[in-house]
């Protein structure tokens, strides 16, 4: 049985007075109408039955008729009075019952005392009961026996039929009407229960309905956020779209100036302002790769993507967009377990998270401060779930996102998450981070913890469910620290990218290491080459995006024919889950554009030696 | 003034009203007719036909048109119904030679109790020789001609029910007539 609140039981009790108190306004004015009709009943009765009186041959207006009309004017006028300025009270219904007998009483004397009118007063019970209210019925019954005592003292014979009576003996009548009001008020009483139980189903309904429309209202904020959140993801690719090409392309710039630059280096390294200036320019370079490799980063916003997440690089990523908004007297530390379990997720998402919460510990810190990003492994068992509320069991990797600024009271701890909600100034916040954070972590099937104290600090907690996927590692021994020339000698290798300045580059890099290169502008291209002698090539070099044929699918038709040559993807875009996949899959390997002659020369020496 | 100033005003005096109204009802319907000593032997000037030989007789004496009197006819319809042969009843309707009673509720009511004599009394000639003055007044005469009983079978004034002086006639028309047994009860209703 559902346990009802205090609110609740209070306001079944609401419900039940204002029902009885219906019952009481329109049984007042039932009677109101009752009373009217009796009166002109009882006139009724006097003008038909006793008309006059007579003394010899002349007639009077028999004082019946006078009774009629005063006694029952009066016994009218009383209840009708109370009704008309006390509707609903108690003593206008006692009064009622006592006038309901007056009138019994004026008509049982109006009609001869016949005993079909004594039943007027049974009926009269039966009326008053519309009440509901037991305790008229007692008022009523005392006024009737009350009456027949006063009439057994004074006029004994109107009520015995006989001068002397047992003083006892006006009980007998009154007992009848005691007979009918013991099944009377049980029946009251009963009734009052029943509009109880009536009130009682009535709440729970109502509860019932708020809890739904409660429900829907959530669901719709839900589906509000939503929408928020798909329109912003869309700007948001869009502009990561835009952004994207322009790194891309920028890249591909970088790489032909950062690629030649290093040559050139090696072409004159006995020249040492030459090297000094090429040193220069690929330095200039070497930033503009890393410009490229933030606004990439941010381009992948939108693009969501489901794989193993390296949260080190991607709160490393976070930070250092950061760091230049913040004001020198916030520092950020980073404090990462060793060992933290893989975890499943977008790594652009989680990024969005780090920054919204790292933006507004910033914003909580005007006078500076320090911001602490931590993440450990945490196994929720029964008593941590109890005591961290939004988090079910289960193994988690906890980010941790801490300052120690001024807080978030107590009453505004529930709201925040809400949609829209901010304590920023007009035009600082738009009141959708938090809820971005909360429906992020949502997607990621994990949960958000919060700890604030007013003045001291906050402390947000994101939970990632543990991934039993293994994430790639870099094989640590594979690791060649010293490139030496003509490592490729004798080697055939096969390059294409339809980046002409990038494949000459390529082609040239790989050519001072020893190699024979055989460059192509597109994948069908070099898929036919390879055709032509598959046994020829050992080492491949795709860019991962190609008209005609793409670097994904060049490299499964290559493998084919190939299965046991070495590939090296490079694109100027970041690294997709696709190529991350292949990697996982087939060690091939990745290198991002720009690179330098000896990255390149690296990495193709890290693959041979692998 | 507020409602429950007015409410408290209304109770007052309706109630003070509804006491003496009720009160002086009562002494109204409790007030006795005009009654005077009915002759203790059955007047000789009255035609002896009337005095029943083997059972007492009651006479009933009724104004035509007093509403009263309904109850008086409805309770010896009861008394008649009850004694059967041991008691002869005679009903005397009063009326003046100008007024029209002919017909009128109260002798059509009486006629219609079994094994009643309902007679005119002209100019309430007989009324006046019994000294009955109340419309509803009865007289118990034992067959000797000695008077039993004088009053109403009434209660109260056209108050049906049980009421002492039909009690009373049944008691001594189921006794023996012993003269000591006489009794007088008050008759109410409209003076003959």
Redesign the interface.
Known sequence: MEELSQDAQKRIDEMFLAMRSENYFRTDKLFSYLMIAQWMFAIGCAVF?????????V?TL???VW?AL??GG??T??PC??IF??PGEA?TRH?VAVTQI?MS?LLI?LT????ETHFHIFGSLAFLAFYRDWKVLVTAAAVAALDHLLRGI??P??V????AVNHWKWMEHAGWVLFEISFLIPGCLKIQEQMRAVSERQVKLELMNERIEKNVQMRTEELANTQRQLMQSQKLEAIGQLASGVAHDFNNMLGGILAYASLLKEDYANDPHLVSSLGVIETSAERGAELTKKLLAFARKGNYEHTIVDLQKTIEEAVSLLEPSLDEKISVSIDLDKDLWPTEGDSTQIFQVVMNLAVNSKDAMPGGGKIKISATNIEADEPYCAIHKSVTQGNYVRLSIEDNGSGIPKDLQEKIFEPFFTTKQPGSGTGLGLSMVYGIMKNHKGAVGLYSEEGHGTVFHLYFPRSRKVAYREPASARVAVVSKNFLRGQEILLADDEETLRNAGAEILKRYGASVHAYEDGALALAALEKNPERYKIIILDAIMPKMNGIETFHKMRELAPDAQFVFSSGYAESSEITDLRNRFAVKFIQKPFKAEQLAREIMNKKAA | MNNSKMSLISLFLCGTLLAVGFYLFEEYNFTAGAQVAAPDRFPGSVNAIILDKQVPTLLVFAHPKCTCTTATLTELSRLKTKLGAQIAVKVFISYDPQDEFEGQAIERQARAIANVDVEKDLNRTVAKTFGALTSGQTMLYAPEGNLLFQGGITESRGHEGVSPGALEIARIVTGPFIKSEFARMPTFGCHL
């Open positions: 039955l006793t008309p006059s009186a007579y003394n010899g041959s007639a028999h004082p019946h009774a005063g006694l009066l016994l006028f009383l009075s109370f300025l006390r003593v009064v007056g009483a004397h001869g005392g016949r005993i004074y006029w014979s109107s015995f039929g006989v001068s």
